[in-house]
């Protein structure tokens, strides 16, 4: 049954395309009806003058201007606005915003000039207007009957929605901008409206095209990206059986689905110490966005003592390898538990590369805004982000210990393997140019093993890596490159069972770096536990090396949390902080401190960093590794699991949100965003300093009153802990912000356009 959300949106999408689809009419009639003998250029001039007869007969009487129709329709499109920022749908509030007003400001300069209205743009304008319109609310009202806006909606309407824009948006544009100078430049105009013709001349004819000339490319740019992403998801493929680690399949429903997954992982973690709270989960409604109330739930939980935080740890990986399935190639399927309890029949070959490159010094380098920074620079830069906020004390000592210790940077004898080698976060190019000797595991595509293995040949260190033949017999690079890699979902066993017979009596430290969207990124962090679980077990001397998001709820040195109390104090005086707060109703900008929570050991301080955009798929996937690294540490591993910064990586700045989100967020004192090679960098640092220093949290034999502190200490945060706000709550305001810096002077322009038109409506009163 529809619901009466979807109802009232279709009711306004199939009004709105009404409106249009009379609009257009008018103008068509008035083209077929009136050309003169100088042509079509005048006939459109003449098209917003024009009205609409309705065809009906008992209302053939009637005629209704264009002109009406256009103010009505067009300022309806007002309400999108409102539909963004309550939530009726997926649109960014602040986008959709400038692109209702960019046309208001364009009908109010052809509503209120008639030199405006009687030039060619304008009835270019409203056509090319009106044609868009048609077919992209007809398209909204069609996926909303349809419940789908890819697959069921009608090709040609489908077609039309994303190819229109074309040729239709260069002309709309051009309209407008005519009408723009038309209007600045028509006496009627200046005094009407602005009662000064500088006014008008400077909004219209020059603020607003330069406006123009930079947004319009992006709108456009835009449109093109919806249209690939659209066309993409129409005509993919459907999917491959399923294979490897899956989601189960949810009972009376034939579909994997990852909500009843994360809840009974989440109650079966958190209930092994407090079933009632474990019941709430699994009975929680609107899961989705309320995950993250049962997660800091699952948390206070952990703090009560040393022994409910690994009991709470190790019960939700227990069911994580219970409930997952491993699907074979005929359809068949075990849990994850069984299938990684049996060794496999198949093996992996082993495949080796020694580096060509000259042995450089063993000393940490750190690219940053275009330098390599080394020795003292360096430490005057990692001073200079303590001070500021951005990174922990215990980061920047980390950091500064490599510097003062060289040796710690010699990683010739050292050996690491990297589960998601070619991973943008993972630490491939910092090892390499070290000396390291590299255990590569990554997809098996042969694009992916002549980029590690051209870099590895260029370095001085060396790399192994799963061949599905003997090197021997491979006779080309290209050979060894097709038969290189192996799939961390579907040869978890194998992977397992090659890494525990290679190099016997050499020290491993394992790294989960491996990163995938969505439910995926669950299934692959499962994959690298079953892995990281048996060698750190069974194998004598590895250690474990995990990269922690910010955008999660961690514990937080007292000393965190006091800045962010003393930063929200001076915050909440700035004008803009108090302006979004109260439009939102407390929504954003909330503070970014929880209460304290008592313990075995004292009181216990945390951050909530969640983004509750990112769902509760990237949250468990977290989850399990924080369980695994404070589990393998109580058995006498060392684990080196610090926070890593935001990080501007194509996987993240791809969606366009956040992308301008980050523009704005280092205007949140001490927000920094770093690029992936400094990011890469740091957090190798940081990584050699638990691997070496005695005295870091990594190293079991340091005292923690309670083992998630292993995630308080190495912070290099960006800021994260130390913000007046959530990052959850700065998102749209850092939006705005960003905005606000491209944008200004259409800002202003908007300002004194909507105060010229009130002050005249006042006027009329």
């Keep these: 049954m529809m619901s009466p959300k979807d109802m009232y949106l279709i009711v306004y999408n199939m009004s709105c395309c009404a409106g249009w689809s009379m609009i257009l009419i008018s103008a068509l009639q008035s083209l077929a009806n009136g050309i003169p003998q100088d042509g079509v250029v005048e006939s459109l001039a003449n098209v917003y003058g024009a009205s ?196 189960p399949i949810e009972a009376g429903k034939n579909v994997r689905s990852s909500t009843p997954v994360n809840k009974e992982i989440l109650a079966a973690a958190v209930g092994a110490v407090n079933p009632a709270k474990g019941e709430k989960i699994r009975t929680a409604k609107g899961y989705r966005f309320t995950y993250v109330k049962h997660l800091c739930g699952l948390v206070d939980e952990q703090c009560t003592s040393p022994g409910a935080c690994l009991k709470i740890a190790q019960a939700g990986l227990d069911k994580a390898y219970e409930i997952f399935e491993f699907a074979a190639p005929d359809g068949t399927a075990v849990s994850v538990k069984e299938a990684m309890s049996t060794k496999t029949s198949e093996k992996f070959y082993t495949g080796f590369v020694q580096g060509e490159g000259g042995k450089e010094d063993a000393v940490i380098e750190i690219p940053y805004k275009g330098k390599i920074l080394k020795g003292q620079a360096l430490k005057d830069q990692v001073k200079s982000w303590v001070d500021y906020g951005t990174i922990e004390p215990s980061a920047g000592e980390a950091i500064i210990g490599c510097v003062d210790n060289p040796g710690w940077c010699d990683l010739s004898d050292k050996y690491f393997v990297l589960l998601g080698a070619g991973s943008a976060m993972g630490p491939l190019m ?54 290189a ?52 077990e069974k194998r004598p001397g590895t250690s474990l090396a995990y990269l922690c998001t910010p955008t999660d709820l961690h514990l937080v040195p007292k000393e965190a949390w006091d800045a962010s109390i003393a930063n929200y104090k001076e915050y909440n005086s700035f004008f803009l902080c108090i302006l979004m707060r109260l439009l939102s109703g407390g929504k954003y900008l909330k ?82 965003i770093f690029a992936p090679e400094t990011s890469n960098a740091v957090m190798s640092a940081i990584l050699f300093s638990d691997l070496n220093n005695p005295k870091s949290a990594g190293n079991p034999n340091t005292p923690l009153k309670n083992p998630n502190q292993l995630f308080s200490h190495g912070g290099f945060h960006g800021g994260n802990w130390r913000c007046a706000y959530e990052v959850d709550t700065i998102g749209e305001t850092s939006v705005l912000i960003y905005f606000t810096r491209i944008g200004g002077p259409y800002i202003a322009a908007s300002a004194v356009v909507a105060a010229g038109v009130a002050s005249k409506l006042l006027g009329y009163v």
């Design 591 to 672: 503070k970014n401190t929880r209460s304290p929570v008592s313990g075995e050991g004292g009181d216990f301080y945390m951050i909530n960093g969640i983004s509750v955009a990112q769902g509760p798929n990237y949250i468990l996937a977290k989850r399990l590794q924080h369980w695994r690294a404070v589990i393998a540490r109580s058995k006498g591993c060392i684990v080196s699991s610090n926070i890593a910064p935001a990080t501007s990586t194509a996987s993240v700045v791809q969606n366009r949100t956040f992308a301008w989100a980050y523009e704005g967020m280092p205007y949140f004192k001490p927000y920094e």
């Design 430 to 483: 910092v090892l390499l140019a070290l000396g390291a000797n590299v255990i590569a595991v990554d997809l098996d595509r042969p694009m992916i093993w002549k980029r590690l293995i051209g870099l590895a040949k260029k370095s001085s260190g060396t790399i192994t890596f799963p061949l599905k033949q003997e090197q021997s017999t491979l006779k080309t690079d290209d050979d060894l490159f097709a038969s």
């Design 52 to 247: 609409y007869t309705m065809p009906m007969q008992a209302l053939s009487t009637s005629s209704i201007s264009l002109a009406d129709l256009l103010f009505v329709t067009q300022s309806a499109a007002l309400l999108e606005i409102v539909h963004a920022a309550v939530g009726l749908v997926r649109s960014p509030v602040l986008v959709t915003a400038m692109q209702v007003f960019s046309r208001i400001v364009a009908l109010v300069a052809v509503t209120y000039s008639p030199q405006a209205k009687i030039q060619w743009g304008a009835g270019l304008m409203i056509l090319s207007w009106s044609i868009v319109e048609i077919f992209r609310y007809l398209f909204y009202a069609s996926a909303l009957i349809t419940g789908d806006s890819t697959k069921k909606t009608p090709y040609p309407l489908f077609f039309l929605r994303y190819s229109l824009f074309a040729v239709l948006y260069p002309t709309g544009i051009t309209g407008e901008l005519t009408c723009f100078w038309n209007a600045a430049h028509d006496p009627s105009f200046q005094s009407f409206f602005f009662g000064s013709a500088t006014a008008a001349v400077w909004i219209y004819a020059r603020i607003l095209p330069i406006v123009y000339l930079f947004g319009s490319p992006f709108m456009i740019m835009n449109m093109s990206g919806n249209r690939k992403s659209a066309f993409k998801k129409r005509f993919a493929r459907p999917p491959p059986p399923p294979r490897g680690i899956v989601f």
């Design 485 to 536: 890699g192996c799939n961390l979902f579907t040869h978890t066993p194998m992977i397992r069972d090659w890494l525990m017979s290679l190099y016997p009596g050499k020290n491993f430290t394992v790294g989960s770096y491996a990163y995938l969207n969505g439910a995926l990124h669950v299934q692959v962090s499962l994959a690298m536990d079953a892995i990281t679980r048996d060698l750190s």
